[in-house]
């Protein structure tokens, strides 16, 4: 009982610091909650949202491949849908991104 209520705490804390924009706060909150519950999806996406933008994209899709790799193993499952929308949204080309030079054809 104690540890669900110190999941719900953490997961509370966890958003109310994002939504206030204190990002490497909510980053720490959310592994601290990865620890206690480290199959919990809704904290990894938070947590890949943040990661990306406190550490970078590069970071992120480390942490979404370990994620995947982790889910197979202990669940033979793959990531739900919500996640792989995150995960996919880390991995497209941004508006900042520059596009690959086109090739001559001479």
Do not use: W
Request: contains cysteine; glycine residues 4%.
């Amino acid at each position: 009982k104690l540890h669900n209520l110190a999941i719900e705490t953490f997961d509370s804390y966890s958003k109310a610091l994002a939504e206030k924009g204190e990002q490497r706060r909510a980053l720490a909150v959310c592994e601290a909650l990865l620890a206690l519950d480290p199959l919990r999806e809704s904290t990894h996406r938070l947590l890949l949202t943040l990661d990306s933008a406190v550490n970078g994209r590069a970071s992120a899709l480390a942490r979404a491949h370990t994620l995947k790799i982790m889910l197979s193993g202990e669940l033979g499952v793959s990531p739900e849908p919500a996640t792989m929308q995150v995960i996919e949204s880390l991995s497209a080309p941004t508006e900042h991104s520059t596009p690959a030079p086109a090739r001559s054809s001479s």
